[in-house]
């Protein structure tokens, strides 16, 4: 098989990262990855959030956990970088065009070696008043 098939046929979610911050090439190229992803009519209405502060990290995933009912976990597993994706409500294909991206995300860390999982429940936290 060719390098791109082998990447989407082996890519995993991983749960356990190590502290150390991604290369900033690295993740340029996972953000560009994620931002040519297709989307309808190539409205391209999704915005790409890095966090990389462990503060907001940490405030983050405190929310994300509340969400769950489970406040006493992480549910980024310490990752030391979290990509919020955001897309405009307004577009009816929003929801379809954020999943892509997040799949070109993914898929991107995992062809440079780096790991990543889709972790859910965004949606509720960013509509929390916090």
Same mark, same amino acid.
């Given at each position: 098989?060719?390098?791109?098939?082998?990447?989407?046929?082996? !890519?995993?979610?991983?749960?356990?990262?190590?502290?150390?911050?991604? $290369?900033?090439? #690295?993740?340029? &190229?996972? *953000?560009? /990855?994620?931002?040519?992803?297709?989307?309808?009519?190539? !409205?391209?209405?999704?915005?790409?959030?890095?966090?990389?502060?462990? $503060?907001?990290? #940490?405030?983050? &995933?405190? *929310?994300? /956990?509340?969400?769950?009912?489970?406040?006493?976990?992480?549910?980024?597993?310490?990752?030391?970088?979290?990509?919020?994706?955001?897309?405009?409500?307004?577009?009816?294909?929003?929801?379809?065009?954020?999943?892509?991206?997040?799949?070109?995300?993914?898929?991107?860390?995992?062809?440079?070696?780096?790991?990543?999982?889709?972790?859910?429940?965004?949606?509720?936290?960013?509509?929390?008043?916090?």
């Amino acid at each position: 098989m060719n390098n791109a098939l082998d990447n989407l046929l082996e !890519r995993r979610s991983v749960r356990a990262y190590k502290p150390e911050q991604i $290369a900033d090439a #690295e993740l340029k &190229s996972v *953000l560009s /990855a994620g931002l040519a992803a297709p989307s309808a009519m190539n !409205r391209q209405p999704t915005v790409l959030l890095v966090v990389q502060d462990k $503060a907001t990290i #940490e405030k983050l &995933s405190k *929310l994300n /956990a509340r969400v769950m009912g489970k406040e006493d976990i992480d549910p980024f597993y310490g990752a030391p970088t979290i990509i919020v994706v955001l897309s405009d409500r307004n577009i009816p294909t929003h929801v379809e065009d954020g999943s892509l991206v997040l799949g070109n995300l993914m898929n991107a860390a995992h062809a440079l070696g780096l790991g990543s999982c889709w972790i859910n429940r965004a949606k509720e936290v960013f509509e929390m008043t916090e």
